[in-house]
């Protein structure tokens, strides 16, 4: 029960982060940092995917309401929600390696940075395009995904060290 109290905590703190701090941050559109998906990132490992899934829409909903965005938060989270087992078992290359929370704390710096990379940019690459919806500027969509996904990796993995540590 303490860790379902925890998991709603932080889905309230990191939404609230998230549309009162991140969203007034943006340096010449290019610069768009999103934490919230630390949310979806963090969820144990062994968690259902019929509870996974529907949490990462509600926290991408919620965002949505707040940002005004119909709907692409949502469909982001949700796409990396479905392919976090993927994920999981492409950076976890021995049984041994896997832990049920994925936290920097149990999994190391090392495993953590690898898996928070490879989210943070198949949200982003998500959420930019359907943000646009065209391929027609590529190459400024994809620099707006790199420099967003560099600082919201910083983000994240800053707040491992501040925030979830011991």
Do not use: C
């Amino acid at each position: 029960m303490r860790g379902v109290i925890n998991y709603i905590i932080m889905f309230v703190v990191l939404v609230l982060v998230q549309v009162l701090v991140l969203n007034q941050i943006q340096v010449s559109g290019y610069i768009n940092p999103y934490a919230y998906i630390l949310f979806v990132m963090l969820l144990p490992l062994s968690s259902p995917r019929y509870v996974v899934l529907p949490l990462a829409f509600a926290i991408g909903l919620t965002v949505d309401v707040f940002s005004n965005s119909l709907g692409i938060h949502a469909a982001a989270t949700t796409f990396i929600a479905y392919l976090r087992p993927f994920v999981n078992r492409s950076i976890s290359l021995h049984e041994e390696d896997r832990n049920d929370y994925p936290g920097m704390k149990y999994t190391g710096f090392r495993w953590f940075l690898y898996y928070t990379v490879i989210m943070v940019f198949l949200h982003h690459f998500v959420l930019f395009f359907l943000e646009i919806f065209t391929f027609d500027d590529f190459v400024h969509t994809i620099y707006r995904i790199v420099l967003s996904a560099v600082f919201s990796i910083f983000v994240i993995v800053l707040s491992q060290f501040i925030i979830f540590r011991d």
